[in-house]
């Protein structure tokens, strides 16, 4: 869907319209899911959803265009995973505690550990590795798609220290033994299959 479509949905939410609002739930969700994804883990869903009916309750406070409506979203995710965050510190219990069964920690088995480490996920997961403001920094600019001065009022920092973020992280990301190893198996793996003989 286009800017344009988009921002005729944002002004059929802002008089109302639930389907305008459930347009841009559809676009903005998939971005959304996966910034929160690095940023609280397994709460992604959560916070999402936290952040969605937040959203639908302040729309009609809400003032600007697409753009803004872009900022003002991905905002209130980053201020619903850091109460998240404070919440989950505040209710940690011994990880280590044995006694209690929901505790206990089992090994994957080997199919689906082999699915969660390609595509989307592992990328993520590799993503979380990163220090926080520069996972935020990479996720917001290159997976939300958002420009340089929307990330900064997102993260309420300057747009040079969000450069700075982003580039490190990238970076980082450039030098993650993970990254390399995944690299070198896709440059073998061609040559492999040229090799092969026809017919096998």
Same mark, same amino acid.
Do not use: C
């Given at each position: 869907m286009?800017?344009g $479509? %988009?921002?005729?949905?944002l002004i059929s939410?802002?008089?109302?319209?639930?389907?305008?609002?459930? &347009?841009?739930?559809?676009a903005?969700q998939?971005?959304?899911l996966?910034?929160?994804?690095?940023?609280?883990g397994?709460a992604?869903?959560?916070v999402?959803?936290e952040t969605?009916l937040q959203a639908?309750?302040?729309?009609?406070?809400?003032q600007g265009?697409?753009?803004?409506f872009?900022v003002?979203?991905?905002?209130?995710a980053?201020h619903r995973?850091i109460?998240d965050r404070?919440r989950?510190?505040?209710l940690?219990?011994?990880p280590y505690?044995l006694? !209690?069964?929901?505790r %206990?920690v089992?090994? =994957?088995d080997a199919?689906?550990?082999?699915?969660?480490r390609?595509?989307? *996920?592992?990328?993520l997961? #590799? &993503?979380?590795? %990163?220090? *926080?403001?520069?996972?935020e920094?990479?996720?917001?600019? #290159?997976v939300?798609?958002? $420009? #340089?001065?929307?990330?900064?009022?997102?993260l309420?920092? *300057? =747009?040079g220290a969000? *450069? !700075? @973020?982003a580039?490190?992280?990238?970076?980082r %990301?450039?030098?993650?033994?993970q990254?390399?190893?995944r690299?070198?198996?896709? @440059?073998?793996?061609?040559?492999v299959e040229?090799?092969?003989?026809e017919g096998?």
């Amino acid at each position: 869907m286009n800017d344009g $479509d %988009l921002a005729g949905a944002l002004i059929s939410a802002l008089d109302g319209d639930e389907t305008g609002f459930a &347009i841009l739930w559809q676009a903005f969700q998939p971005p959304l899911l996966r910034y929160l994804r690095v940023i609280v883990g397994e709460a992604a869903e959560d916070v999402a959803s936290e952040t969605w009916l937040q959203a639908a309750r302040d729309l009609g406070r809400f003032q600007g265009d697409l753009s803004g409506f872009r900022v003002w979203v991905f905002r209130i995710a980053r201020h619903r995973a850091i109460d998240d965050r404070r919440r989950a510190r505040r209710l940690s219990e011994d990880p280590y505690d044995l006694t !209690i069964p929901d505790r %206990l920690v089992l090994s =994957p088995d080997a199919e689906v550990e082999a699915i969660d480490r390609l595509g989307t *996920r592992w990328a993520l997961a #590799v &993503i979380a590795t %990163l220090p *926080r403001d520069q996972a935020e920094a990479v996720m917001l600019r #290159v997976v939300a798609g958002l $420009d #340089v001065a929307q990330t900064a009022q997102v993260l309420g920092k *300057r =747009p040079g220290a969000v *450069r !700075i @973020a982003a580039m490190r992280g990238l970076r980082r %990301l450039a030098s993650h033994p993970q990254v390399l190893d995944r690299a070198r198996t896709r @440059a073998v793996l061609p040559a492999v299959e040229s090799a092969q003989p026809e017919g096998v």
